[in-house]
């Protein structure tokens, strides 16, 4: 039997990126580089409208091959196209552009324009095996991808096995379209070698994460740092060809602004609405995610609001009032406020050095203009 997947597309990102996509008739020049006058928001909804096609291409191809080969898997692939089009803002794409605005603007648009969508890729691999490792049923307001096979196949142990299936497949798209890349030899080498390291840093971060490392900034330096901002700016540095000091301009850029946006999920997580985080509220609380905010309560609060505290955290079936005590604990704990006080720290950290850096002037707006989009309260 066939079976069809059709998620909701209420991403927290939609309604600020989609209304920029509607106004814009294009923001990418005839080379396919950003157009120079379009504002920063604009810049990325024209990203976005670029690597979202560039997706559906890809996924086209992939769903004509997966058809003629194994027409059963069929209902397995568009799961994960249901997730990979579901939303966002396609932010590390439009990181990738904007560090070949810094250092070569322009430079090879097709193949910056397939790594990107090799990214958005990579971020479905990635959710679609944290979602199964978490338990989180829902992801980008709709169901987690191991949900929606769990009910088209009618057996929850075949809906997680085809899940991780699911994102091995979004796996070897991604291998496949970096390998193909047209670039130049020494550039499309220092773009593997990039790519690679950032897929193992965020495996590496994954791993301190399940197994409850202590060391917070670590996990989010490798499995958020990696991939989010770090490893989509050097992959444009890599396709603009950029030099040992532009490249390490940017990594003393991305290195503080990485750490600052886990921090930004994390409050959210806490603090934050269904509608920001596309989430249940409370998740993170009922996962027992370890958070600087938890390790500062847990620092502060009293001996016996910290037994509540770990009584209550990592408690799947916690309910609404219990969720709401843990935050209440977290916030008189001042943890909120420490976490913020860190998040403007982190922030003019990234800043003092993209004022350093021999950027193109472009670049560098953009690049300044993420440092407040990835930190903002209401991101």
């Given amino acids: ?65 997966t058809g003629g080969v194994a027409p059963d898997a069929l209902p397995v692939l568009a799961a994960a196209r249901d997730l990979t089009m579901r939303g ?15 250092v070569e603007p322009g430079a090879h648009p097709e193949a910056a324009a397939d790594l990107g969508a090799a990214l ?33 196949f009618g057996d929850a142990h075949l809906g997680a096995a085809t899940a991780i299936l699911a994102g091995d497949l979004m796996g070897s798209m991604v291998h496949n379209v970096v390998g193909l890349l047209d670039l130049p030899v020494a550039r499309r080498r220092e773009v593997l070698k990039v790519f690679g390291r950032m897929e193992h840093e965020v495996i590496l ?46 990594e003393a850029y991305a290195h503080p602004l990485g750490l600052a946006f886990q921090l930004r999920d994390d409050v959210l997580g806490a603090f934050g609405s269904a509608a ?6 409370g998740g993170d609380f009922r996962e027992g995610k370890e958070t600087l905010l938890l390790q500062h309560a847990r620092a502060t609060l009293s001996a016996g609001d910290v037994t509540t505290l770990n009584g209550l955290v990592g408690k799947r079936d916690a309910s609404e009032a219990e969720v709401l005590h843990v935050r209440e604990l977290v916030a008189a704990s001042g943890a909120r406020e420490v976490a913020e006080a860190r998040i403007t720290e982190l922030r003019g950290q990234c800043l003092s050095a993209l004022s350093a850096a021999a950027f193109h002037t472009r670049g560098r707006e953009l690049l300044r203009a993420f440092a407040t989009l990835l930190t903002d309260r209401s991101r």
Avoid: N
């Avoid at 580089?33 to 990325?44: C, T």
């Avoid at 966002?88 to 810094?102: N, S, V």
């Avoid at 409850?212 to 991939?227: Q, V």
């Avoid at 920001?276 to 509220?281: A, C, I, Q, S």
């Fill in 205 to 250: 971060g994954q791993c301190l994460d399940v197994t409850r490392s202590p060391d917070i900034e670590k996990i989010h330096a490798l499995k958020t740092g990696s991939y989010t901002v770090r490893g989509p700016l050097l992959l444009g540095a890599a396709v603009a060809g950029a030099s040992p000091e532009a490249v390490a301009s940017l």
């Fill in 120 to 152: 958005e890729l990579l971020q479905t691999y990635l959710l679609i095996h944290d979602d199964w490792m978490d338990g989180d049923p829902v992801r980008r307001g709709a169901p987690s991808v191991h949900v929606l096979l769990e009910r088209a």
């Fill in 1 to 65: 039997m066939e079976r069809t997947f059709t998620g909701s597309r209420l991403d927290k990102d939609d309604a600020s990126v989609a209304s920029l996509a509607t106004v814009m008739a294009s923001t990418l020049s005839d080379r396919g580089g950003p157009a120079p006058e379009v504002s920063p928001a604009e810049f990325v909804a024209g990203v976005r409208r670029r690597i979202d096609a560039r997706l559906e291409a890809l996924l086209d191809e992939g769903a004509r091959y």
């Fill in 88 to 102: 966002g803002k396609r932010l590390r794409p439009a990181m990738l552009f904007a560090a070949i605005e810094c």
């Fill in 276 to 281: 920001e985080t596309g989430k249940p509220v």
